[in-house]
């Protein structure tokens, strides 16, 4: 086995210079990797110069893409009253047709109402007149109306009681008609004179007391009972003395 020999001091010293040289280029390297590092950093944390490029580009994206939409919008609303406009033209001629009388051609100009022209019609002016009647016809009727609801208002009772008064007052009043007719037709007789006197007197008082509440026989009645009277003078005169006796 070969031994080593040794070192001379000379070549010591060199390989002693070699590492010191070794150890300070690693640290030089070392500095400028870390100077290269903070300005790869502040190249990173500075704003790049394409920015201001690309918003306002966007920005320029945005306000045409805006004006597209407002232009699509401003079309589409077009369209729709276009499309309103087109349904009411035919809902009127659907209406005008309906009311025009077929196989029948209108003379002359005709009054119309405003924007519209039913009135072309060949039968308006008598559906006008049936409709001018009918108005009147319900005008009447509310007046009438309005004077029954009044009449009835008015009235203190009830319609059947004021009814059954007035038939309890006829009823009465035929009564005393009766007596006066009997009480007249035995006077012309000459019979019973001295009770009739009696039922006259009576009858007189009934009468006072019921001086309120009795009103007058009407005419007709006075005048029936009047032509009994005489139909009974004549019969009477017409008899022989012994059976009038």
Known sequence: MARRRPLSPAHGGLSMRRGDARHQDHGEASESTEGQQML????????????????QQFRTEVAAERERIKAQLDL???QAEEEEQSRRNEIASAIRNALQTPNRRVQGRVPTFPTTTIAENAV??????????????????????KLITGMRDDQAGPLAETWHQELEETERQLRMG???ALRNV??????????????????????????EDEKELNYELQ????????GVKRMVKGLPMEECS
Not at 40 to 55: I, M, N, T, Y
Not at 223 to 230: D, K, T, V
């Open 76 to 78: 589409r609303v077009c």
């Open 124 to 145: 308006y002016i008598p559906i006008a007149n049936v409709l001018a009647t009918t108005d009147d016809l319900v005008t009447q009727y509310e007046s009438l109306d």
């Open 178 to 180: 009766a007596r006066v």
């Open 223 to 230: 005048n029936g009972l009047r032509y009994a009277e005489r």
């Open 40 to 55: 790869a950093v502040g190249s990173l944390l500075r704003r790049p110069k394409s920015d201001d490029k690309e918003v």
């Open 186 to 211: 035995k006077k012309v007789l000459g019979a019973d004179f001295d009770n009739e006197n009696v039922a006259a007197k009576d009858d007189a008082e009934e009468m006072v007391e019921n001086e």
